[in-house]
C-alpha cells in the first residue's frame, strides 16, 4: 500500500502541503534565541549568501528567512523529497532537484552537475541558496559541494545550526530532528565562509573542513542555549 501511495503524485502534494503547515504551527509556538542577535545586519549587506545546515537539522529553515528574502532549497530528486519539494514551496522557498554524491560515480543520475549549474545561476540572480552539507548517508561530513558552490558563485558561506528544546530523534542516518510546538529554540550562525575564485584541491578541502568544525561548534552551542533547569527535560 506505502508503495502505491508513494506513486500518487495526489498524495505527496498532501502529505507535503500538510508537512508545511505543520511546520508553521511549531514555528509560531516556539519562542526562538538567535545567535548572534544582530545576525541580520550582518548577513542583509552580503546577499546573496550560501546556507548550509546538517541533514536533518533544516525542516525549520525555511523560517529564518525574513519576508523580504529570496531563496531557493537544494532537494534531491528522489521521489520521496518530492514531500519535502512541495513542503518548501508551501512555505515560500524556491527548489533546485540535485544532490551530491559519496561515492562520485552517480552524478548524472541525481543531477549534481546540472543542479551545481542553477545553484550558481540562482547567486548570480541575487537569490540566496540553501543546503544541507553533508551528503547522503554520510552524517556529519561535510561534502565538496558547498565550497564547490562558493568557489565558482564567489558568494560566502553561512554555517546555521537550528535546534528546539521538545523533539524526537529519528533513527535514520541524518538522526532527524522531528521538532515538537510549544518548546523552546535556537538558531546559532556560525562566521562565514569565503572560497577564492583560485582554490585549488588542498585550498577546497581546507574549507570543507572548516565548514564541517564550524557546523560542529554552532550546533554544540545551539543545544547548550537549550539546556533546561536542572530536574527537567527537553521532551
Known amino acids: 500500500m506505502w508503495r502505491t501511495l508513494r506513486s500518487s503524485s495526489l498524495f505527496r502534494r498532501v502529505l507535503g502541503n500538510t508537512m508545511a503547515g505543520y511546520l508553521r504551527v511549531v514555528n509560531g509556538t516556539v519562542h526562538f534565541r538567535i545567535?548572534?542577535?544582530?545576525?541580520?545586519?550582518?548577513?542583509?549587506?552580503?546577499?546573496?549568501?550560501?546556507l548550509t545546515f546538517w541533514h536533518g537539522q533544516?525542516?525549520?529553515?525555511?523560517?529564518?528567512?525574513?519576508?523580504?528574502?529570496?531563496?531557493?532549497?537544494?532537494i534531491s530528486r528522489h521521489a520521496d523529497a518530492d514531500?519535502?519539494?512541495?513542503?518548501?514551496?508551501?512555505?515560500?522557498?524556491g527548489t533546485i532537484r540535485g544532490s551530491g554524491s559519496a561515492n562520485g560515480r552517480d552524478f548524472h543520475r541525481k543531477n549534481a552537475v546540472g543542479a551545481m549549474r542553477e545553484m550558481i545561476a540562482t547567486l548570480g540572480e541575487g537569490i540566496n541558496?540553501?543546503?544541507?552539507?553533508?551528503?547522503?548517508?554520510?552524517?556529519?561530513v561535510a561534502g565538496l559541494g558547498v565550497v564547490t558552490l562558493a568557489r565558482y558563485s564567489g558568494r560566502p558561506i553561512y554555517p546555521i545550526a537550528i535546534a528546539?528544546?521538545?523533539?524526537?530523534?529519528?533513527?535514520?542516518?541524518?538522526?532527524a530532528s522531528i521538532d515538537l510546538p510549544f518548546g523552546r529554540g535556537a538558531a546559532v550562525a556560525a562566521d562565514p565562509i569565503r572560497v577564492g575564485s583560485d582554490a585549488d584541491d588542498a585550498a577546497l578541502e581546507a574549507a570543507r573542513l572548516?565548514?564541517?568544525?564550524?557546523?560542529?561548534?554552532?550546533?554544540?552551542?545551539?543545544?547548550?542555549?537549550?539546556?533546561?533547569?536542572?530536574?527537567k527535560n527537553g521532551s
Not at 130 to 138: F, H, R, S
Not at 210 to 231: D, F, H, Y
Open 83 to 93: 514531500i519535502n519539494a512541495i513542503a518548501a514551496e508551501a512555505l515560500g522557498v
Open 164 to 175: 528546539t528544546s521538545r523533539r524526537i530523534v529519528a533513527r535514520s542516518w541524518d538522526r
Open 210 to 231: 572548516l565548514v564541517q568544525q564550524r557546523l560542529n561548534a554552532a550546533t554544540a552551542r545551539a543545544e547548550e542555549l537549550l539546556k533546561l533547569p536542572r530536574g
Open 129 to 140: 541558496v540553501a543546503l544541507t552539507a553533508d551528503v547522503p548517508k554520510i552524517s556529519r
Open 35 to 50: 545567535e548572534p542577535p544582530n545576525i541580520y545586519e550582518i548577513a542583509e549587506p552580503e546577499m546573496p549568501v550560501i
Open 58 to 74: 533544516h525542516f525549520l529553515a525555511p523560517f529564518i528567512m525574513r519576508p523580504h528574502h529570496r531563496a531557493k532549497v537544494l
